[in-house]
């Protein structure tokens, strides 16, 4: 489905991009060809485990909006087959002081435990 991305970029850093329709979904990239791929990730994190993701709606509904006067628009696909919307539990074991960081650094990045370790699953499978 095709889901309008705004985009940015300030003087000295990444692109960034964040979703009207898909609330609290952003991302960057260096490069902007990166960006869709990206914009996949976010999307299947912040929403692992819900039972309803929003639909796209056209660019045309947020163009004019004040909040996205300083950048561009993209539109990507973002796959929702590949958004699981069903939690499977799992049992793995870890050593303790792994544990303590990951939950420590999960915090610091407002993620849940399995949110980051999806994330970093994904990122080390991306490879």
Known sequence: ????LYVWKDKNSAYGA???DLPGVFTA???LNALPA????AAATMYEGETHIPEATSIEKWKDAA???DGYWMLVNIDRS??????????I??????LREIDAFAKAHQ???SGFLAQAALKAMAR
């Open 93 to 98: 074991s870890l050593p303790e002081n792994l």
């Open 111 to 113: 993620l849940t435990r």
């Open 18 to 20: 964040s979703f009207p």
């Open 38 to 41: 990206k914009a996949q990730e």
């Open 82 to 91: 590949r958004i699981n919307t069903k939690p499977v539990r799992l049992n």
């Open 67 to 69: 909040d996205y006067a």
């Open 1 to 4: 489905m095709l889901y309008p």
């Open 29 to 31: 990239a260096d490069e």
